[in-house]
């Protein structure tokens, strides 16, 4: 059974990773939240492939991290495929060394494109997942937990919407039907389409959401009990 390796710092990508790739058939998953942990971790085997947060949390971003664990893999013999992700492609891409097997990819990657790279690698035969394992709210919590910039589009049936979050703040949501603001949002959020998410450079129309997320999800939350309980 082939062993994946996730080296990840920041919890909610910790959780967002783990959650897309559990749904691989015929794949261990070892996670790690630091370098040391990865080292530990290798003695299960030589993993399929390694997925390896650059920033490693705000005082341990320099790269004398990435170059212990490669030395660590080089010591074990070890060449395998990996994945860097960072949330500051321009100040770390320069670290990572060009190999045909490392690639480097700027937070927010796409988890489906995640999940099937890593599917390909494992030689999985099911059928690559379709969907996003990303639903609206996952996209929502960590956008503006990591302050970015997104638009969320989404799609399905008769509803079309757009959730637009700037530099980590709830701006807008509308859909076709005319809805706007957290109407918007409780709509698009209760009928969990299917998903695209981009980055957003500069807003798209007025902002029409005032709350902050936190309060905006905790009422949708609140509104989707009412409605499970009638």
């Not at 013999?77 to 100040?91: A, C, D, E, K, Y």
């Not at 480097?104 to 690559?128: G, I, Y």
């Not at 979050?165 to 706007?180: D, K, N, Q, V």
């Amino acid at each position: 059974m082939p062993l994946v390796l996730v080296i990840e710092s920041d919890p909610i990508w910790r959780y967002s990773i783990g959650c897309a790739l559990s749904t691989i058939p015929e794949m261990q998953l070892g996670v790690a939240l630091d370098l040391a942990e990865a080292a530990e971790l290798l003695d299960l085997g030589a993993p399929a492939l390694a997925i390896i947060d650059l920033d490693l949390g705000a005082d341990d971003i320099d790269a004398p991290n990435m170059t212990q664990f490669l030395d660590e893999l080089l010591v074990r013999r070890i060449n395998i495929p990996t994945i860097f992700t960072t949330v500051n492609l321009s100040r770390h891409a320069s670290l990572v060394p060009a190999q045909p097997n490392v690639a480097v990819k700027q937070k927010p990657l796409s988890l489906s494109w995640l999940r099937d790279t890593v599917a390909t690698r494992c030689e999985s035969t099911e059928e690559m997942y379709d969907g996003t394992p990303f639903g609206i709210l996952d996209y929502v919590q960590l956008a503006c937990s990591e302050l970015y910039s997104v638009e969320i589009e989404v799609a399905q049936d008769d509803l079309r919407g757009r959730i637009q979050i700037y530099r980590g703040e709830l701006w807008s949501a509308r859909t076709s039907s005319e809805l706007e603001g957290e109407d918007a949002f409780f709509e698009i959020a209760h009928a969990n389409p299917k998903t695209r998410c981009t980055t957003l450079q500069s807003p798209r129309g007025p902002k029409n959401i005032d709350r902050v997320w936190q309060h905006v999800i905790m009422d949708y939350a609140r509104k989707l009990d009412e409605r499970t309980a009638s």
